[in-house]
């Protein structure tokens, strides 16, 4: 069957071509004009010998330009390739050797690390924005000159669309790859039934498109029914409450750790924005925030879940079946979601409704394999089913609840402690802002609960020794933390997500 990404863009330009697309500090760019350009880009590109199932490589932030470049590579038939803009050269290096990258796109402010990084990959260099070097060429002024290709390329369903690199939690990253029905299904959905996304929306695109929820649920699903981009490159809190006050956001999608910065923005700054919706995924969303979120901005936050694997979006609080709150919400149309004995490696056993395993998914959403990982992509796709990792149950009416990452779960003296539970305690504290619970290495009980801990703005006190009996008064013996670590800032992943495996490398042992 044919399919493209690219028809997303192109048909939203030939509805809507007066319609703003994307607007990024001063720039404003409609769906004609973005697609014109994509078609520019496109044919700079093929100049360069991009073809179908060719891999371009993209390290830019969020920028009008990364639509450009997205669109106009899936237009000839590319498969394209978004790279952390966070990494360093070698890291660059590796994704484009492990995917095969034809060529990088990089924007000027990230040549530093992207032009060493394509020198070790041996792959062409094109670079996008002023202020790079002047040797390197520029797709954004080739393209000013270059005739638009007539129009996209279709593909089959099935074919390689985008290459989505994991974190790498367990080593080397892995790129997942998602095919043309992957990501226009995932697309579609968020915009009609998962999100609803209209032509009169305004969103805040601040999730890294680089990421696959930024790049499906932000980018993607926009451009579904001509919706307005507001592009803001980094996230900070106080700027991000202005922009949205200034364009009048009606939708706001972000991580955890965005809606606390958004809420101590408001704490000094009075206006709100017309929000109508806002949804949050990456990572569990304590219902103190959730709470607090609805008192100051009057929205209610709808919660999903799912992984670069998926496309990303499994499961989400949908219109028609309710909001559950605490939950992640059920499986989204043409998904199924269960949960499987997470001990069972080598094949899928479902456990009945109501009890704790690891999360399973099978539906058009699930990634084709691993790119040249076939026993990671064995390991992961079983019976049919991708194995999340991730811990949870489901209840009668199909709400499914996360508890955990499997790899996240604290064993103390045989007792199994799911950080989530000991985080949403901990965040009723006063004195705490943020918390992340991970395990740390003891020689009494194997592992100990640990607490990493952001103070409130306020300032108000409290040392280690008051929180830990603070929260043994609320939590079962096993489960309080017996240690408390505070910390200025969290560690962050590319959509927001606090990286515990780097506090649990930073705090190893307990004298750290």
Same mark, same amino acid.
């Given at each position: 069957?044919?399919?493209s990404?690219?028809? !997303?863009? /192109?048909?939203?330009?030939?509805?809507?071509?007066?319609?703003?697309?994307?607007?990024?500090?001063?720039?404003?760019?409609?769906? #004609?004009?973005?697609w014109?350009?994509a078609?520019?880009? =496109?044919?700079?590109?093929?100049?360069?010998?991009?073809?179908p199932?060719?891999?371009? #490589?993209?390290?830019? $932030?969020?920028?009008?330009?990364?639509?450009?470049t997205?669109?106009?590579?899936?237009?000839?038939?590319?498969v394209?390739?978004p790279i952390?803009?966070?990494?360093?050269?070698?890291?660059? #290096?590796?994704?484009?050797?492990?995917?095969?990258?034809?060529?990088?796109?990089?924007?000027?402010?990230?040549l530093?690390?992207? &032009?060493?990084?394509?020198?070790? =990959?041996?792959?062409?260099?094109?670079?996008?924005?002023?202020g790079?070097?002047?040797?390197?060429?520029?797709?954004?002024?080739?393209?000013q000159? %270059?005739?638009?290709?007539?129009?996209?390329?279709q593909?089959e369903?099935?074919?390689?669309?985008?290459?989505?690199?994991?974190?790498g939690?367990?080593?080397k990253?892995?790129?997942?790859?998602?095919?043309?029905?992957n990501?226009?299904?995932?697309?579609?959905?968020?915009?009609?039934?998962?999100?609803?996304? /209209?032509?009169?929306?305004?969103?805040?695109?601040?999730?890294?498109?680089?990421?696959?929820?930024?790049?499906?649920?932000?980018?993607?699903?926009s451009?579904?029914?001509?919706?307005?981009?507001?592009?803001?490159?980094?996230?900070?809190?106080?700027?991000a !409450? /202005?922009?949205?006050?200034?364009?009048?956001?009606?939708?706001?999608?972000g991580?955890?750790?965005?809606? *606390?910065?958004?809420?101590? &923005? &408001?704490?000094?700054?009075?206006?709100r924005? $017309?929000?109508?919706? &806002?949804?949050?995924?990456?990572?569990?969303?304590?219902a103190?925030v959730?709470?607090?979120?609805?008192?100051?901005?009057?929205?209610d936050?709808?919660?999903?879940?799912?992984?670069?694997?998926?496309? $990303?979006?499994?499961?989400?609080?949908?219109?028609?079946?309710?909001?559950?709150?605490?939950?992640?919400?059920?499986?989204i149309?043409?998904?199924?979601?269960?949960?499987?004995?997470?001990?069972?490696?080598?094949? +899928?056993?479902?456990?009945?409704?109501?009890? !704790?395993?690891?999360?399973? *998914?099978?539906?058009?959403?699930?990634?084709?394999?691993?790119?040249?990982?076939?026993e990671a992509?064995? /390991?992961?796709?079983?019976?049919?089913?991708?194995?999340?990792?991730?811990?949870?149950?489901?209840?009668?009416? #199909?709400?499914?609840?996360?508890?955990?990452r499997k790899?996240?779960?604290?064993?103390?003296?045989?007792?199994?402690?799911?950080?989530?539970e000991?985080?949403?305690?901990?965040?009723?504290?006063p %004195?705490?802002?943020?918390? %992340?619970?991970?395990?740390?290495?003891?020689?009494?009980?194997?592992?100990?609960?640990?607490?990493?801990? *952001?103070?409130?703005?306020?300032?108000?006190?409290?040392?280690?020794?008051? +929180?830990?009996?603070?929260?043994?008064?609320?939590?079962a =013996?096993?489960?309080?933390?017996r240690?408390?670590?505070?910390?200025?800032?969290? $560690?962050?992943?590319?959509s927001?997500?606090v990286?515990?495996?780097?506090?649990? =490398?930073?705090?190893?042992?307990?004298? %750290?």
């Amino acid at each position: 069957m044919p399919l493209s990404i690219a028809s !997303l863009l /192109a048909e939203s330009a030939l509805r809507r071509p007066a319609q703003t697309a994307v607007i990024c500090e001063t720039t404003t760019v409609s769906y #004609g004009q973005l697609w014109d350009q994509a078609k520019r880009y =496109a044919a700079v590109l093929r100049e360069h010998g991009v073809g179908p199932g060719d891999r371009v #490589g993209m390290l830019m $932030p969020n920028v009008p330009q990364f639509p450009m470049t997205y669109y106009g590579a899936l237009a000839l038939g590319a498969v394209v390739v978004p790279i952390h803009s966070l990494l360093k050269a070698e890291e660059i #290096g590796f994704v484009l050797a492990d995917a095969e990258v034809s060529v990088l796109v990089c924007a000027a402010p990230l040549l530093a690390e992207g &032009a060493p990084g394509a020198k070790l =990959a041996d792959v062409a260099l094109l670079a996008l924005l002023d202020g790079g070097d002047p040797g390197v060429e520029r797709l954004d002024l080739l393209a000013q000159a %270059a005739e638009p290709i007539g129009s996209y390329v279709q593909r089959e369903a099935s074919d390689d669309a985008v290459f989505l690199y994991t974190s790498g939690t367990t080593g080397k990253p892995k790129g997942a790859v998602m095919s043309h029905l992957n990501m226009l299904m995932n697309a579609q959905l968020s915009a009609t039934n998962i999100i609803e996304i /209209a032509a009169d929306d305004v969103v805040l695109a601040v999730l890294p498109l680089f990421h696959s929820f930024g790049q499906t649920c932000v980018m993607n699903a926009s451009f579904v029914n001509g919706a307005t981009l507001v592009m803001m490159p980094r996230f900070d809190g106080g700027r991000a !409450l /202005a922009l949205m006050v200034e364009h009048q956001v009606t939708l706001f999608e972000g991580v955890p750790t965005m809606y *606390i910065g958004l809420l101590e &923005a &408001a704490r000094t700054d009075p206006r709100r924005p $017309p929000l109508r919706n &806002a949804t949050s995924g990456g990572a569990s969303l304590p219902a103190t925030v959730i709470e607090a979120f609805r008192d100051v901005f009057g929205v209610d936050i709808y919660e999903g879940y799912g992984l670069s694997e998926t496309a $990303p979006v499994a499961t989400f609080n949908q219109r028609v079946y309710g909001r559950r709150a605490g939950t992640v919400g059920c499986a989204i149309w043409g998904v199924d979601v269960e949960v499987a004995r997470p001990e069972i490696e080598e094949a +899928i056993e479902l456990l009945p409704v109501g009890e !704790l395993g690891e999360i399973v *998914i099978r539906g058009h959403n699930v990634m084709s394999r691993y790119h040249n990982r076939p026993e990671a992509t064995a /390991a992961a796709i079983v019976d049919g089913w991708f194995r999340s990792g991730d811990l949870g149950t489901k209840d009668a009416d #199909g709400f499914v609840t996360i508890v955990d990452r499997k790899k996240d779960m604290v064993l103390r003296g045989g007792f199994n402690v799911y950080p989530r539970e000991v985080e949403e305690v901990l965040l009723r504290h006063p %004195a705490i802002a943020q918390a %992340a619970v991970i395990a740390v290495p003891d020689d009494h009980y194997g592992e100990e609960v640990c607490a990493v801990v *952001i103070r409130t703005a306020e300032g108000v006190e409290a040392t280690e020794d008051e +929180i830990i009996a603070w929260a043994r008064e609320r939590m079962a =013996a096993y489960k309080y933390p017996r240690l408390v670590r505070f910390v200025d800032v969290m $560690p962050l992943g590319p959509s927001g997500k606090v990286l515990k495996r780097e506090l649990a =490398a930073r705090y190893a042992s307990r004298s %750290a």
